[in-house]
């Protein structure tokens, strides 16, 4: 082995020297995804969930009700998207630091390696630049945790780290179901031995009370989230190659190539880290099979990432993660300057590119709602004719814009506390981005006035219509959303569906 070599080596393998690296590196990228989440602009999801916040529940229209918690919580201090961002900014840095203790755990004569693979974690571009918070950042914490718990309770044996996997579970139960593939991976470890399932048994009982907060809301409020995920949203799926291949070459972006090569060359290794590779190996195998009718989202595998990275640092030298993290750190460099781009440049610069009626609409929506807001007749309400700009309109107004109109499956939060009769006889004023047909109106109104708005080169549209016929609405609208959205099982019993209710609309059958 040459001088150049050696150096090399103990350059990856010097603990002292990684952990260094670590340090910085963990602060430099905190002092990034801070500067970030403070001037990115507020996104549609995100805008949405914070009416969850605005509105605390025991769940909501589309998923549990964790992120609505946490964004009461974080509202509380400030509606400022540094601070409804905070916890997502700080969550990716804390399992950095989970899965260094793991791994000088699971190796603790590797410590070297252990700090490199948190470098290389946090320099990941889904680490470093996905700041937004959604219902994905509760689950993803808790999901970690969870799946910490488990590994730990793997090493050790003792019960109580199955007694904190279980209520973690639960907690990412209370977050979004995706932690279901969790609960089925542990199954699939833990159903092979007796002490296995009395481990299982365990942390089912930790979790089932957590997870019944859910079912009890669901129950009362006409299955919205069993509606939304298992039914509403899959009808048009259909067999394809194509979302499989979109899912195959997501994966290998978000694990990245140097990462995704390592983990084929290593799949020998993985019967030795079972408690380890299960936690994402059953997941994404589950997906492989779900993308043969669905696009998988990126944001659904997330979750199930820091363990894949963890497998990888069981089975790799210092020095290979050190290179790992150095050609990451590159990787990431354009995502960055890309989101910096769209947060310093002036909106005037993106003009010729199909992003900028996006750009626009979200850097001004606050300008668009003083337009909104200008010569609004006395009693007259604001609305939009979708969920997304409605949620961001919202978000900017400080007050709960409704959606006028039939909406689409997911987003109907409205439907669970808008009661429409409420505006019978007022002006109602919709906002659109795309232009207004006021025949598609004239329905449910006297009269129909369409205008226009400009804002940086980008026309958008409203439209006044006055005298608003509730009755003609609920005729035409209301009983169409209730027999395309609300056609619940029969086999599921309710016990309350305030939709149905408060329209006085029979279930559909």
């Known amino acids: ?150 590994i730990r309770g793997n090493l050790s044996g003792k019960t ?19 932690a279901g593939l969790l609960a089925i991976a542990y199954f699939v470890y833990l159903c092979r031995s007796r002490r296995g399932w009395v481990n299982l048994i365990i942390i089912a009982l930790c979790s089932a009370p957590l997870f019944a907060i859910t079912v009890v809301f669901n129950a009362h409020n006409c299955w919205s989230n069993v509606m939304f995920n298992m039914i509403n949203r899959n009808e048009n799926a259909e067999w394809s190659l194509y979302t499989v291949g979109q899912y195959l070459l997501m994966m290998v972006y978000l694990i990245t190539p140097w990462i995704f090569i390592k983990l084929l060359r290593s799949a020998g290794m993985m019967a030795q880290r079972g408690a380890i590779v299960v936690l994402f190996l059953v997941p994404f195998a589950l997906f492989l099979l779900l993308s043969m009718e669905k696009t998988i989202g990126l944001h659904w595998v997330l979750g199930f990432m820091p363990f894949l990275f963890l497998f990888i640092g069981t089975c790799s030298s210092a020095e290979d993660l050190r290179k790992y993290a150095k050609w990451t750190a590159w990787f990431s460099v354009p995502h960055f300057l890309f989101l910096a781009a769209i947060i310093l440049l002036p909106i005037t610069m ?82 659109d981005r795309r232009a207004i047909n006021p025949a598609d109106l004239a329905p449910y109104f006297s009269s129909v006035t369409v205008h226009t708005m400009q804002e940086d080169g980008v026309t958008f549209w409203y439209a006044d219509g006055k005298d608003f016929n509730y009755e003609v609405y609920r005729e035409r609208i209301l009983t169409t959303v209730a027999d395309k959205y609300y056609r619940i099982p029969s086999f599921l019993p309710v016990y309350g569906c305030g939709f149905l209710e408060r329209y006085d609309l029979p279930r559909p059958k």
């Open 1 to 150: 082995m040459n001088l150049n070599s050696t150096r090399s080596l103990y350059a990856g393998a010097d603990p002292v020297r990684a952990r260094q690296v670590f340090r910085w590196t963990f602060a430099i990228t905190l002092l990034i995804k801070l500067w970030l989440a403070a001037y990115f602009p507020m996104t549609g999801d995100e805008a949405f969930f914070y009416q969850w916040g605005v509105f605390p529940d025991w769940g909501y229209s589309d998923h549990p009700p964790m992120v609505g918690w946490l964004l009461f919580v974080l509202n509380s201090f400030s509606d400022h998207p540094l601070s409804l961002r905070f916890f997502t900014v700080l969550m990716w840095s804390l399992i950095a630091l989970g899965m260094v203790d793991l791994l000088r755990r699971i190796s603790p004569y590797q410590e070297g390696a252990a700090y490199w693979l948190g470098t290389l974690f946090l320099l990941l571009p889904f680490t470093l630049l996905l700041n937004i918070v959604t219902t994905d950042t509760p689950l993803i914490f808790f999901m970690f945790l969870s799946g910490y718990c488990f």
């Open 350 to 431: 993106w003009k010729d590119y199909a992003l900028h009626d996006d750009i626009v609409f979200h850097k001004e929506a606050k300008t668009i709602v003083a337009t909104l807001r200008k010569d609004l007749p006395a009693g007259g309400v604001i609305m939009a004719r979708a969920y997304t700009p409605a949620a961001l309109l919202s978000y900017h107004a400080g007050e709960y814009l409704p959606t006028f109109g039939q909406g689409k499956f997911h987003a109907r939060q409205d439907d669970l506390h808008v009661d429409f009769k409420e505006y019978a006889g007022k002006t109602i004023r919709m906002f």
């Open 160 to 178: 109580l780290w199955y007694v904190a996997t279980g209520i973690f579970l639960g907690c990412a139960l209370l977050s979004k179901y995706f």
